[in-house]
């Protein structure tokens, strides 16, 4: 089981500053930044293009005040405001729906979130060459919001949707990496990204099964394979070679980077392709000794974690246990700091925990050894 589902690093929880309790003298400020936005529109029209700009500011103040509702319709009033004056596809929505994305991790609004991410990724050219800072970056968001949507719910019926993500994901992050003048600083995030989706479908996708004799057998429809696309049954076979891959590319662009070696060498090791990983993990430890001293649970490159601006409060939960040489846990003991005494997390995270797959410690760069571990977690109850 891929390391992040469902449990994560405490530190690496870093939901967004969310306001306190509504100050009337915030209250006020919005009141009067609100009748000043009023006076314009008398004055220059309710279509003005200076208006967005104040629509921007009361959205803003009604945002720090806690009025999510509020700042939302401001938002979309300058945004309808900034598409009237300056057509479907002016770069003027873009501080705008920068300050919509901020709004949705404060309010915890996900179908928002993704809508918009999805919206800034068509207005900066839907991912297609020539590429450029701001639609890179507007893709990254939108795939990464596009995962985190994936990964807590039932994906049956979703083939297809699974498949298109799937071909976006794969050719902009081909394309990235073969054009010289943004590989080097854009191949590995996008290659992360893939990463991450091919994690995910690994630990999603149910086993295929493609043998007639157990369907004859298994009449009952409980027991029958899905009906799934085909495609997605293909993909499912040969995921560990496109992640394999994708890896390998980004070794290639990076010989010398520690992060692209481990990214590669955690996918062998994850699929208990042990001595390939082990080549690896030995080049990647060379350039970075003192992380190999203890083990680690995988994937470590690309990291995989929950946004949390989108799920219920995290529950911190230390675990202490011993790895194996071959990056299995055992004598795993669980412990919930801020729980009465002798409360323990649910059974499906200590089994998560149970299936979990570790990369070893090493010595000297060399010798694969056991370790045991303090693990400072979150899970999401």
Request: charge should be negative; glycine fraction near 6%.
């Amino acid at each position: 089981m891929p390391f992040g589902i469902p449990v994560q690093f405490r530190d690496t929880v870093t939901s967004p500053d969310t306001a306190g309790a509504t100050d009337v003298s915030q209250l006020a400020t919005v009141d009067e930044a609100e009748a000043k936005l009023l006076e314009m529109e008398q004055t220059l029209g309710p279509y003005h293009p200076d208006l967005a700009a104040q629509m921007m500011q009361v959205a803003h103040l009604a945002s720090e005040a806690g009025e999510f509702a509020l700042a939302t319709g401001w938002y979309d009033r300058a945004l309808h405001n900034a598409r009237v004056n300056n057509g479907l596809y002016g770069d003027q929505q873009l501080p705008i729906l920068r300050g919509l994305l901020d709004l949705y991790l404060l309010s915890g609004d996900r179908e928002a979130f993704e809508a918009r991410a999805a919206y800034q990724f068509r207005l900066l050219g839907s991912g297609l060459p020539p590429f450029e800072e701001g639609e890179l970056q507007a893709a990254i968001e939108f795939f990464e919001a596009s995962l985190d949507a994936l990964m807590g719910v039932s994906w049956d019926g979703r083939s297809r949707e699974l498949l298109r993500l799937h071909e976006r994901f794969e050719s902009m992050a081909e394309a990235v990496c073969a054009d010289p003048a943004v590989n080097v600083r854009w191949c590995q995030p996008f290659t992360f990204s893939l990463g991450r989706f091919y994690y995910l479908l690994e630990y999603k996708l149910e086993v295929f099964v493609d043998d007639p004799r157990f369907e004859r057998t298994f009449s009952d429809p409980d027991w029958q394979s899905l009906d799934r696309e085909p495609r997605l049954d293909a993909l499912q076979r040969r995921l560990f070679g496109k992640g394999e891959e994708s890896f390998q590319r980004l070794v290639t662009l990076s010989p010398d980077s520690h992060d692209a070696l481990s990214a590669l060498a955690d996918w062998h090791w994850f699929y208990r392709k042990r001595d390939a990983a082990t080549v690896l993990y030995r080049r990647a430890c060379q350039l970075a000794p003192e992380r190999f001293e203890r083990a680690s649970p995988l994937p470590e490159y690309p990291p995989l974690a929950f946004e949390p601006a989108f799920q219920a409060p995290p529950v911190p939960m230390v675990v202490n246990l011993s790895v194996t040489e071959r990056g299995r846990p055992t004598d795993l003991a669980f412990f919930l700091p801020h729980a009465a005494g002798g409360a323990s997390p649910p059974s499906a995270v200590r089994r998560a925990m149970r299936n979990m797959v570790f990369r070893p410690a090493f010595v000297s760069c060399a010798e694969i050894v056991s370790s045991t571990l303090e693990l400072d977690l979150v899970f999401f109850d």
